[in-house]
């Protein structure tokens, strides 16, 4: 089922960090090179930094474009067999708690203090396509709309949201449409899994993000998305402006704004927001059900890093490294065993660029920060600038520095993802791995955030 779906993808590495962690391993190269080949692979991939631009970003693409299925493959998709991938990705043991739902960063290291599984609602099914402008949503989904309903007719409790996003996937959507899946009923194999791996008066944990989007609608389960979550708000990807039209004169693009479906509606965000119709399903598979709500995914951060901090200095461990990482970058286990706080951040843009120094403002100084950026190959509207990075690194009290980051070829920086590990796997000072932290120790935290709702069903 792996050739179906994306590696790239927030869900399906996150998918593989938590999942490692809970064998006792950490995440080399994503989770999907072993640590000796790692080296091998971040050199080359640090060549690949060297080359000229155009070069770089063609590499880049063709490494994604081998990830998609052709759309006659994609017909034979069955979603019980990606849902029994999903579930042998854990060790076959019980789970105080299971999460099921949508994607974070911030949700990997909570599940991971609490010894818990989680099992995603949404995965990537990237699409090949060919002849269609990165600039011209309406022709790709044009191109691709026959293969989105044959693949819906064939699987009827998937939903389809269709994303197009030309400024943060420019590179990949040249060669690929992203189809985001979502269950709109539990799966046999997500269903057995909490039958038979959670505890005895363990919970389980409906994962809730509520962000929406702008979309179109195609059929009933089919929705096209333009744009996502990062630099831009949904106006400017439907509206455009100076800074689309800038950022499309320095791609050498015909268009001075993007060639959309005008949306008629709004759904759940296609990568991160949790489609309703699966709680239904989620109520009545656990005795003990409770649902975590937050509106978006970054929003957890801030608790969880705090919880990360009470729970270090309960155990008697300075509390006073931050790692903070973006989107795919998540790696639990070096974070619990460096003593590191993990503050997750949705991408590198400038919005998550503030919500870090807000957290900063809100609490304590660290003496340590390492930050790690995800590098997705364009200067997009609204990434953070390298300098504005460093602003935050020099608020440590004794040691600020980037992770796997090479500052100069940012954000092209294609061997970070090889690099990070690296990085992190060299810090000096280490801690025991912790015993899981009790699911009523976090509940106590969470309870009473203005930003969250933790609320049992």
């Not at 309903?149 to 996937?169: G, S």
């Not at 500052?407 to 920086?413: H, K, L, S």
Request: proline letters at 8%; one cysteine or more; charged letters at 25%.
């Amino acid at each position: 089922m792996a050739k179906y779906v994306a590696s790239f993808d927030s869900a399906t590495g996150m998918l593989r960090a938590l999942s490692r962690y809970l064998r006792g391993m950490d995440v080399p190269m994503l989770g999907q090179l072993p640590g000796p080949v790692e080296s091998l692979a971040s050199g080359l991939l640090g060549a690949a930094n060297r080359l000229p631009r155009r070069m770089a970003e063609s590499a880049y693409a063709t490494a994604g474009w081998t990830e998609a299925s052709s759309p006659e493959r994609l017909a034979k998709l069955r979603a019980g067999d990606l849902a029994e991938w999903v579930v042998r990705h854990y060790p076959p043991r019980r789970y105080p708690v299971i999460f099921v739902g949508s994607a974070s960063g911030a949700l990997v290291h909570l599940a991971a203090a609490l010894g818990a599984a989680w099992l995603p609602q949404t995965l990537l099914l990237p699409v090949r396509q060919r002849g269609v402008h990165p600039d011209a949503p309406a022709d790709g989904l044009r191109h691709c709309r026959a293969a989105g309903e044959a693949m819906l007719d064939a699987n009827p409790d998937l939903l389809l949201h269709h994303m197009h996003d030309a400024a943060q996937d420019r590179l990949m959507i040249a060669g690929m449409a992203y189809f985001r899946v979502k269950w709109r009923r539990l799966p046999a194999a997500y269903r057995k899994f909490i039958r038979e791996r959670l505890a005895p008066g363990g919970t389980l944990v409906v994962s809730d993000c509520g962000l929406r989007w702008p979309t179109t609608r195609i059929t009933d389960r089919y929705v096209f998305q333009h744009g996502a979550l990062g630099g831009l708000s949904p106006g400017e990807y439907r509206e455009g402006g100076q800074k689309v039209a800038d950022y499309l004169a320095e791609h050498g693009s015909p268009y001075r704004r993007w060639d959309a479906p005008e949306p008629d509606g709004e759904s759940p965000e296609a990568e991160w927001g949790f489609a309703p119709e699966l709680l239904g399903d989620l109520r009545t598979a656990a005795p003990r059900v409770a649902r975590l709500g937050f509106p978006d995914p970054e929003a957890l951060s801030p608790a969880v890093a705090d919880l990360y901090r009470a729970w270090y200095e309960r155990r008697g461990i300075p509390a006073a490294r931050l790692l903070a990482e973006s989107f795919v970058l998540v790696e639990p286990w070096w974070t619990l065993r460096t003593g590191s706080v993990p503050f997750w951040m949705t991408f590198n843009a400038e919005s998550s660029r503030r919500a870090l120094a807000a957290y900063l403002d809100g609490g304590e100084p660290y003496d340590e920060i390492r930050l790690t950026l995800f590098s997705h190959g364009v200067r997009s509207p609204g990434v953070a600038p390298i300098a504005a990075w460093r602003e935050v690194l020099e608020r440590a009290r004794k040691i600020g520095v980037f992770a796997g980051v090479d500052p100069r070829a940012f954000p092209r920086d294609f061997a970070v993802l090889a690099r990070t590990h690296r990085d992190l796997s060299r810090v000096r000072t280490t801690y025991p791995m912790p015993l899981p932290m009790a699911l009523g120790e976090a509940e106590t935290w969470l309870t009473g955030r203005p930003d969250l709702q933790w609320v049992t069903l």
